[in-house]
């Protein structure tokens, strides 16, 4: 045995915010320990060393940093810690304490209840580097913690964001609850109009320029560059008009969580998969009603590829070539004063005749076209039929988002079920104490609860959706005279215009009305 007199001996005490509700971990509990051991075993302490409130995922510590200082200055040449953690929890710079510091330099550490001791030749040391893995195991379960605490802050609706998306304010009574500002208000619905009409980006974002609408940066008093018109409004950008007709905010939805943290060492973040977003439904007041967004969201891809255009055609976006199956564009002549079809394909490549003309009078193809639409309907218009049709349908995209939500939600719900059985093995084969365990379980417990009230939550929305879209859509149906976009679109998934004349129209109700 050694004898202990010749042991200088710094004690390490170490307390992070994380630690700061487990009794044991306690400034004052850790010294108690220390000091019983030191008595017990005749040592002689030089100095106690506290870091209060920092964590042990590095070693950025003032105390530790004298501490390592007074080894440097042969001050101390021993140091006792009531356990492993208490020194760090990244096992790589334990590690290379424990491993390599410490001995290099000659210095005796002991971690009393890991039974550590690097002067005596006892298996707990060998088991060493092992300790200082679950350590930063259990410091990456605190992080996740941390992260669970703000998702489910998210999940339950509040707006978590330090900046406010345009057309809302924060609640002055509550700084994650969402208000309406009317005058940026005014700006998205107009943005939304102009988008149903089935106007590009483009030509959105010089329209609002054009009218010397401010853009959401001129309220931030941002300084814009060389292409500003006047710096009190700004130029609208084509991303701008994308962000505002996709985000879902305006609908009265909190879609968060869409970037993480790589590691829980490090500050950087990265983009998040979207179907890890985190969605919250109905939080705040809409400033677009669910069935516009929705419209607008199946123009997008419809109105996108065209260039900038000044005229809108009711039927654009719907047109294909019957003979090469590539798009039909519609464009305006200045020369007579009216409107012409022509196959894309043929126009890109006529030079080597892949395909023909197609030219049509559009005015006459849409009244053509218009007509027929009117005639398969009024003939076919059997009401109890497109009732039952319309009532037995998931009519948009959302309910078969949500559907996938659920689903999602349920196997994640699964899994977690799993790990929680997988803790408990653990823990009956000594991987992990009862407080370890149990913190482990709670956290996971409270993940599923979470998603529990998601699940039910997304359900009742599903149920909504279908009423309101239905309501709308049998109205709209019915009173096929007014002609607007989003009714075509809906009953006309494509339109195929052959060489010949001949027009084929593909209903979206094909085979279940007709
Ligand atoms: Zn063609």
Known sequence: MHNNSCFKVGLYIRLSKNDGNVESDSIVSQRSLLNQYVKEN???????????????????????????KDIELGKINMIITKDMSRLGRDYIGTGELIEKYFPNNNIRYIAINDGIDTFLDNTNNDIAPFKAIMNDMYAK??????KTSLHSRMKEGLYVSGRCPFGYLKDPNNKNHLLINE????????????????????????????????????????VWNSKCISKEFGVWVDTTIKTILTNRIYVG???????????????????????????ALNTHEAIIDRNTFNYVQDLLPKNVKRPE???????????????????ITIRYQNKTG?????CDYYRTYSKYHVCTTHTNNYEILENVILDNIRKVYKKNLDQN?????????????????????????RITNNKLIENLDKTYMDKLKGLLDESQYLRIRKNLKK???????????????????????????????LSFDSQNRKLIINLVEKIYIYQNKRIDIIFNFKNKIL
């Open 338 to 342: 009216r409107s012409y079809t022509t």
């Open 183 to 222: 005058e940026q208000a005014k700006t998205v619905k107009l943005i939304y109009d102009l988008a149903l009409k089935g106007n590009t980006y483009h030509y959105i974002a010089g329209e609002l320029t054009k009218r010397k609408i401010k853009t959401p940066a001129s309220y931030y008093n941002y």
């Open 42 to 68: 005749n040592y002689y302490v030089i100095d106690e060393y506290v870091d209060d409130g920092f964590t042990g995922t590095n070693f950025d510590r003032p105390a530790f940093k004298r501490m390592i």
């Open 141 to 146: 379960d605190i992080s996740k913690k941390v």
């Open 447 to 477: 993940e599923i609860d979470d998603n529990k009230l998601i699940i039910a939550n997304l359900k009742k929305e599903q149920l909504n959706l279908n009423k309101i879209d239905n309501k709308n859509y049998i109205n709209e149906f």
């Open 309 to 327: 255009k000044k005229r809108f055609y009711l039927l654009d976006g719907l047109l294909y070539c019957g003979d090469c199956k590539h798009r």
């Open 253 to 279: 939805d909190l879609v968060q969580g869409k970037t993480k943290k790589i590691n829980y060492k490090l500050k950087k973040t990265i983009k998040n998969n979207p179907k890890d977003y985190i969605i």
């Open 385 to 409: 039929k497109i009732k039952n049709y319309i009532e037995n349908l998931n009519f948009t995209d959302n309910c078969l988002k949500i559907k996938k939500q659920i689903e999602s939600l």
